[in-house]
């Protein structure tokens, strides 16, 4: 099956430091990639969606100048933290889709556990 | 009106008991319907996809209700690794998913 690799697992970093991770579609070609994050004993909530060579559509409440995405390529996006504060802590997740109506599944990435201290 | 809605949980069976799980959604357009399942701190994997005709995969069944706009699922004969988190989520218009909140479910022995 379609494979979906991030990474890094696990950041901890100081206040004030910028953090980026990678997602990576790893035999498909992902026209659509997703950020979530998920704080604990909480659900995912969708941050962004990026298509190939266009900009994200962040969700409402989610600043597009804090979290960078870049989608450069049909196999590679990234999230950028800027300026991480302890309350950016949390669990990010990508997952991306074919972007085909029929059949359409969402992969997902690991997940990185991010901790600002 | 959230496009998802789930109960939280917790649900806390014990070893071979039967459990199961409701989903609504809003938008009557919604395409497709899936289960995943999520471990703590663990990406979400699906489980299955759900269909009008119901699909079942050994002790897990899940079932469409277009009329009702109602997902369910079905864990038969409850083993402590089902334990996890069960995510509801729907494909709607758009090609946008939408997640609900995730169902708790914890096998006791």
């Known amino acids: 099956g379609a494979v979906v690799s991030q990474h890094p697992s696990w950041v901890i970093c100081k206040s004030g430091t910028s953090v980026k991770i990678e997602c990576r579609s790893l035999d498909f070609q992902a026209t659509t990639m997703f950020w979530y994050r998920q704080f604990p004993k909480q659900s995912l909530m969708l941050m962004a969606t990026s298509n190939e060579g266009s900009k994200a559509t962040y969700e409402q409440g989610v600043e597009k100048d804090k979290f960078l995405i870049n989608h450069a390529s049909l196999t590679l996006s990234t999230l950028t933290v800027t300026s991480a504060h302890p309350e950016d802590s949390s669990f990010y997740i990508c997952?991306?889709?074919?972007?085909?109506?029929?059949?359409?599944?969402?992969?997902f990435g690991s997940g990185t556990q991010l901790s600002v201290l | 009106r959230k496009e998802v809605e789930q109960d939280p949980g917790p649900f806390n069976v014990p070893e071979g008991a039967t459990v199961a799980f409701n989903c609504t959604y809003s938008?009557?357009?919604?395409?497709?319907f899936f289960w995943y399942r999520q471990d703590c701190r663990k990406e979400p994997k699906l489980l299955m996809s759900v269909y009008s005709s119901g699909n079942e995969d050994g002790r897990f069944t899940a079932q469409l209700n277009r009329a009702s706009q109602y997902i369910s699922l079905l864990i038969r004969d409850s083993k402590l690794s089902d334990s996890a988190t069960y995510l509801c989520v729907v494909l709607g218009t758009g090609n946008q998913f939408y997640f609900g909140t995730g169902t708790s479910l914890t096998v006791i022995p």
């Open positions: 938008n009557s357009a919604s395409q497709s």
């Open positions: 997952s991306a889709g074919t972007g085909k109506a029929t059949n359409e599944k969402l992969f």
